[in-house]
T-cell receptor
Framework: GQNIDQPTEMTATEGAIVQINCTYQ??????LFWYQQHAGEAPTFLSY????GLEEKGRFSSFLSRSKGYSYLLLKELQMKDSASYLC???????????FGAGTTVTVRA | DAGITQSPRYKITETGRQVTLMCHQT?????MFWYRQDLGHGLRLIYY???????DKGEVPDGYVVSRSKTENFPLTLESATRSQTSVYFC???????????????????FGPGTRLTVL
């Protein structure tokens, strides 16, 4: 099974940087996804990591350490529209199901 | 329109009634999933399907039934609704690359807009 932990809430100021951590314990691992979900909307894909290291996509970056069971999502130059819930999800080695963390609600303040 | 749709978007029902939530995708994705989302629990997988006529249980299948007679449709039925099934339900689909096992960068799950179900 999968055990995924991430903080419940984070608050940051517009223009700042926020780092959302995700730790996982899993019996088999193939990759880690990050999804963004605005209130009342569906989750949308942000990033995917399968190898150790940093993947950068514009203002968003995601890092993975497989040996430590640890990932983070880095949001730079925060904008008000980045206020949302960020979901960490783990993909198993031999299946296409995802296990999701409970999500981190990020509030961006002016 | 192309994409993944769910109906109804909102539903209020009473305990003991049967309710069916519909999910339709136009991409011909082979995999489809049903999740429920509750405060503090995140997304939990109810059932999933690898292809037409192939379904399997997820983390929280009790009280739910699914079918997949056509690739594009994946209805979820609550046979006798209970208050604990009040939740937001999301359907998702994905198309794993041929010849692969396990998730991969191109195996993104695309989510429908959700159905908010209230059981009184």
């Amino acid at each position: 099974g999968q055990n995924i932990d991430q903080p419940t809430e984070m608050t940051a100021t517009e223009g700042a940087i926020v780092q959302i951590n995700c730790t996982y314990q899993t019996s088999g691992f193939n990759g880690l996804f990050w999804y963004q979900q605005h209130a009342g909307e569906a989750p949308t894909f942000l990033s995917y990591n399968v190898l150790d290291g940093l993947e950068e996509k514009g203002r968003f970056s995601s890092f993975l350490s497989r040996s430590k069971g640890y990932s983070y999502l880095l949001l730079k130059e925060l904008q008000m529209k980045d206020s949302a819930s960020y979901l960490c999800a783990v993909g198993p080695l031999d299946d296409y199901k995802l296990s999701f963390g409970a999500g981190t609600t990020v509030t961006v303040r002016a | 329109d192309a994409g993944i749709t769910q109906s109804p978007r909102y539903k209020i029902t009473e305990t003991g009634r049967q309710v069916t939530l519909m999910c339709h995708q136009t991409w011909s994705h082979s995999y489809m999933f049903w999740y429920r989302q509750d405060l503090g629990h995140g997304l939990r997988l109810i059932y999933y399907s690898a292809a037409a006529d192939i379904t399997d249980k997820g983390e929280v299948p009790d009280g739910y039934v699914v079918s997949r007679s056509k690739t594009e449709n994946f209805p979820l039925t609550l046979e006798s609704a209970t208050r604990s099934q009040t939740s937001v339900y999301f359907c998702a689909s994905s198309e794993p690359p041929a010849g692969t096992t396990g998730t991969s960068p191109t195996d993104t799950q695309y989510f429908g807009p959700g159905t908010r179900l209230t059981v009184l």
